[in-house]
């Protein structure tokens, strides 16, 4: 059911307005957001709808397909529910429309969420997206995105990058988004001609505000303290041996390596070359799994795989602890690696395909 119909069959009533927005899957530089450093993610096919009406009073009634509903109003505590994001959206949205009150909201979603596939994004933009259109706000796409990166830190309570939010609000289908998160400078770069990015989820979630994803970001905050640079993007690798304790010299490590990773991702994207792409995948992946310690048993697993199974490379993708693995495949062998991943790992499923061939 699209998030029109559950509006009408839960309010008994049209929505006055529907939007969407995709997820996105990494295709490398993981971490490196908040830690102002580039990033190299790329749209899903999968997305999230709501339909809304606003309120005259201060009330907050929501129905998702996933979460079923719940009912608060604008000045309630965060509770850790989906509502908290809509709390965020009204409270953003007031200080640009200062009548906006409450909200019926009905959500439906195809993106698997707590999956590295950023659905909590979505959530953010398809809300700003409906309520700015509705009151008619004039807003550009990255504002939108800073928006909603804002109602993380505040309503969600974790404190992440930008990464999601811009290549949500900001991405086109078919192209990876190079971001420099530093100046938000982006670039799009059409994906490999001959060659796809598949999605497989390991059959492990992990829910992001349960306090790991934080505290990496602390543990990176304190190496730039230590090697007193403004972030670790300004950092380099021969620093490390300044930074003593190992927990934080190996967070560092992947960090300042994953930040050059994908600048030569970029380059061997823009030079067709799948080869070497694929190499840096598995290396980033290694350095998730070893130094920054994010990855699960069955992210290892799904990786395994598909390296066994003839893929040119594969790394785990979003924040880890769970989630999705992005494989990159030859186009005729899209079918035969997948198959046999999901032979040889029995919780994983496929979850999409971003493949030139397929988008266009
Ligand atoms: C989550 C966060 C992003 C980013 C990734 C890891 O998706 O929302 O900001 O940090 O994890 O790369």
Redesign the pocket.
Known sequence: MNSAELFYSFFQKEPTITTSAHGRV?LI??????NNGF?LPSLIPQSLQVSINLRDDDKIIGISSEFGELQSSISSLNDGTWLDFIRGAIYFCQKLSPTIKGMEVAVSSSIPSGS?L?S??ALEIALLKAITQLKGISIQSQEIAKIG?QI?HQFVG?Q?????QIASACGIFGQAIFLDCENLQTKSIPVFLQHSFVIIHSGSTRK?SHGK?NERKNETLKASKILEVPSLRHATIDQLMKIDDPIIKKRAKHIISENDRVIKAVSYLEQDDPISFGELMNSSHQSMRDDYEISSDELNQVVVSANKNGAQGARLT???FGGCVVILTKNEELKSVSESILEECSKAYLVATISKELNS
């Open positions: 990494n530089g993981e971490h490196t957001d908040y990033v590295g950023s909590s994004a990166q993380e974790t992440c990058g930008i990464m999601d992001l994803y979003g924040a880890g």
